[in-house]
């Protein structure tokens, strides 16, 4: 089986959101997990709009970095510059990604404006998500 991890912060919404979307566009055969140097816990605005795509992750949790499933990753996906420099360095065998985006849970205005932020960094991990199932799978 292969292994697919997104690594981020807190683990509350940009390596949810890309665990959510994994677990949808990657075949079963495929183990997905997400995790963070840190938990902060699952981030409710992560779920609102995860759910307006009809993907539930309202039962993840936020979890630290398993060094074991780390380490036996096929791919690592960091999602943020705090988790690319603070994360061990993966095994060389591992393919290795960053993707840079904003987080979200440090948008400020109104509840809209903020879901709104949410909805930007969701749809951008979307369309990287299916580049990605596109370059592994297809």
């Known amino acids: 089986m292969s292994k697919i991890y997104f690594l981020c912060t807190g683990n509350s919404c940009r390596s949810q959101m890309a665990e959510g979307f994994a677990k949808k566009y990657f075949p079963p ?9 840190e938990t902060h816990g699952l981030n409710p605005r992560a779920v609102q709009v995860m759910r307006e795509l009809n993907i539930d992750i309202s039962a993840n949790t936020s979890d630290l970095i398993d060094s074991d499933y780390f380490d036996h990753s096929d791919i690592i996906i960091t ?17 290795s990604l960053h993707w840079d985006l ?3 849970a440090k948008a400020t205005g109104t509840e809209e404006e903020m879901l709104a932020e949410f909805r930007k960094t969701r749809d951008t991990i979307e369309e990287k998500m299916k580049k990605l199932v596109a370059d592994f799978i297809e």
């Open 79 to 95: 999602l943020c510059g705090d988790a690319k420099d603070k994360c061990p360095i993966p095994p060389s065998q591992v393919r």
């Open 102 to 104: 904003t987080d979200p």
């Open 29 to 37: 055969n495929w183990e997905i997990r997400s995790a963070g140097v």
